[in-house]
T-cell receptor, first 112, second 114 residues
Framework: SQQGEEDPQALSIQEGENATMNCSYKTSINNLQWYRQNSGRGLVHLILIRSNEREKHSGRLRVTLDTSKKSSSLLITASRAADTASYFCATDASQAGTALIFGKGTTLSVSS | KAGVTQTPRYLIKTRGQQVTLSCSPISGHRSVSWYQQTPGQGLQFLFEYFSETQRNKGNFPGRFSGRQFSNSRSEMNVSTLELGDSALYLC?????????????FGPGTRLTVL
């Protein structure tokens, strides 16, 4: 079953604009991760935020986490055509182990 | 450092057949997880292996099985294939068996069942 639900399902922007994707989840978590997938290929890990963190930055990426609302957002600033991909949030599924529960993803299209 | 490799990359089978997919983790990684990705269900966790032991299993029928070898390489097997098994199968490895550890994904094996 899906834990995270990303919003919007699809997003189209111009190069240079910012892109914001949201993720909601259902149960308590230890951490939340964001991944990128290009054209049905493997997933690339972008950033991990722990449940006791509220915000995290990595280059042009900014992630926020609100555990009271069970939601997270991923902001990509100054988007580039190369950012065109699907973005997934993933939460830990168990007390131990590496199993992740993924949302259905947001498809981002950046046009030049 | 070589990434996660999966073989084969593409596979076409017919209903009723069985298939074996292989995953070689990054050198030194002992945890391997498998995921199924379909347009309808998205990414779903299949199972996880650590030090040759299955530690977690997702909600899939017994037709889906796997194993891990002493060199951490992992295989998954699907028997009696059904049309709905058509999917991208992704393998991920991580250094330790904790969810907060970054997982590195392979390129996937695209299975088509006819």
């Amino acid at each position: 079953s899906q834990q995270g639900e990303e919003d919007p399902q699809a997003l189209s922007i111009q190069e240079g604009e910012n892109a914001t994707m949201n993720c909601s989840y259902k149960t308590s978590i230890n951490n939340l991760q964001w991944y990128r997938q290009n054209s049905g290929r493997g997933l690339v890990h972008l950033i991990l935020i722990r449940s006791n963190e509220r915000e995290k930055h990595s280059g042009r990426l900014r992630v926020t986490l609100d555990t009271s609302k069970k939601s997270s957002s991923l902001l990509i600033t100054a988007s580039r055509a190369a950012d065109t991909a699907s973005y997934f949030c993933a939460t830990d599924a168990s007390q131990a182990g590496t199993a992740l529960i993924f949302g259905k993803g947001t498809t981002l299209s950046v046009s030049s | 450092k070589a990434g996660v490799t999966q073989t084969p990359r593409y596979l076409i089978k017919t209903r009723g057949q069985q298939v074996t997919l292989s995953c070689s983790p990054i050198s030194g990684h002992r945890s391997v997880s498998w995921y199924q990705q379909t347009p309808g269900q998205g990414l779903q966790f299949l199972f996880e292996y650590f030090s040759e032991t299955q530690r977690n299993k997702g909600n899939f029928p017994g037709r889906f099985s796997g194993r891990q070898f002493s060199n951490s390489r992992s295989e998954m097997n699907v028997s009696t294939l059904e049309l709905g098994d058509s999917a991208l199968y992704l393998c991920a490895s991580s250094l330790i068996q904790e969810s907060y550890n970054e997982q590195f994904f392979g390129p996937g094996t695209r299975l088509t069942v006819l």
